[in-house]
C-alpha cells in the first residue's frame, strides 16, 4: 500500500492519559500535514512538518500538543492530558513538492481518537 | 471567521444528470483550490485542483470552475453515479513557502439517487 498511513485508526484515552497518533507519508514524499475534524465540521489545519523541522504550527493548541517529524521513523502528534475535548479525527496528509509547484495532499485515513 | 465556505449542507441529485457544488472563498490571497470527496471512516480522497491562473480543469467527468472575481468555485460532476455519494470538501491554499496549509469550507453532502 503506498498511500498515507496513519495508526491506530481507533484510540481511547482517559482524561489525563497521553494520546499518540503515528503518520507514514507516501513513499517520497517528504512534507507532511496534521489536521483535525470535529464532528459536522471541516477540517482543520495543525501543523506542517519536513523532515526534523516543523515548518508552520500555527494551528496547534499551545498547550499539551507537539508534533515531530524524525529523520526516520513516521511523524508524530503527540496529546498530553487529554480532555474530553480532544475528542476528534486526526488526518494526516502528506505532499511531494518541487519548490513552488502545486502539488496536492493525499490523506490518511485518520485517528479517531475519543477521550472517556 | 470562515475563509471558505460551503454554504449547501446537502445536495440530492438524479442518477445521470450534473451535480454542481458550490464554494465561496473570502482571502485574496488564496492561489490554488482543490476538491476532496470523503466517505465515512475514510480521510478525503483528493479529485481535482486548479490554479489561480486558471479559470477551468477538466478530469473525466469531474471539472472544476474558478471565477476570481466573485471568488467562488464549483465542482461540476456530469454524469452523476450513485458511487458519487459523498460529502465533498472544497479546501484552498495560500501562496508562499510555507503557507501550505489547506483551508477547508465545512462540506457538503452529495446523495446520488438511483
Known amino acids: 500500500n503506498a498511500g498515507v498511513m496513519q495508526n491506530p485508526r481507533h484510540l481511547v484515552r482517559r482524561r489525563g492519559q497521553e494520546a499518540r497518533l503515528r503518520c507514514s507519508p507516501m513513499?517520497?514524499?517528504?512534507?507532511v500535514y496534521w489536521y483535525r475534524q470535529l464532528p459536522e465540521e471541516g477540517l482543520k489545519f495543525m501543523v506542517y512538518?519536513?523532515?526534523?523541522?516543523?515548518?508552520?504550527e500555527s494551528g496547534m493548541p499551545k498547550e499539551r500538543f507537539s508534533a515531530e517529524f524524525p529523520k526516520e521513523g513516521p511523524s508524530i502528534l503527540r496529546i498530553q492530558q487529554v480532555v474530553r475535548g480532544d475528542s476528534a479525527a486526526y488526518f494526516c496528509?502528506?505532499?511531494?513538492?518541487?519548490?513552488?509547484?502545486?502539488?496536492?495532499?493525499?490523506f490518511g485515513d485518520g485517528t479517531r481518537l475519543s477521550i472517556l | 471567521d470562515q475563509q471558505v465556505k460551503q454554504n449547501s449542507p446537502s445536495l440530492s441529485v438524479q442518477e445521470g444528470r450534473i451535480s454542481i457544488l458550490n464554494c465561496d472563498y473570502t482571502n485574496s490571497m488564496f492561489d490554488y483550490f482543490l476538491w476532496y470527496k470523503k466517505y465515512p471512516a475514510e480521510g478525503p480522497t483528493f479529485l481535482i485542483s486548479i490554479s489561480s491562473i486558471k479559470d477551468k480543469n477538466e478530469d473525466g467527468r469531474f471539472t472544476v470552475f474558478l471565477n476570481k472575481s466573485a471568488k467562488h468555485l464549483s465542482l461540476h460532476i456530469v454524469p452523476s453515479q450513485p458511487g458519487d455519494s459523498a460529502v465533498y470538501f472544497c479546501?484552498?491554499?495560500?501562496?508562499?513557502?510555507?503557507?501550505?496549509?489547506?483551508?477547508f469550507g465545512s462540506g457538503t453532502q452529495l446523495t446520488v439517487l438511483p
Open positions: 496528509a502528506s505532499s511531494f513538492d518541487r519548490g513552488h509547484s502545486n502539488q496536492p495532499q493525499h
Open positions: 513513499k517520497g514524499h517528504s512534507h
Open positions: 479546501a484552498a491554499r495560500g501562496m508562499g513557502g510555507s503557507a501550505r496549509q489547506l483551508t
Open positions: 512538518l519536513q523532515k526534523e523541522n516543523i515548518i508552520d
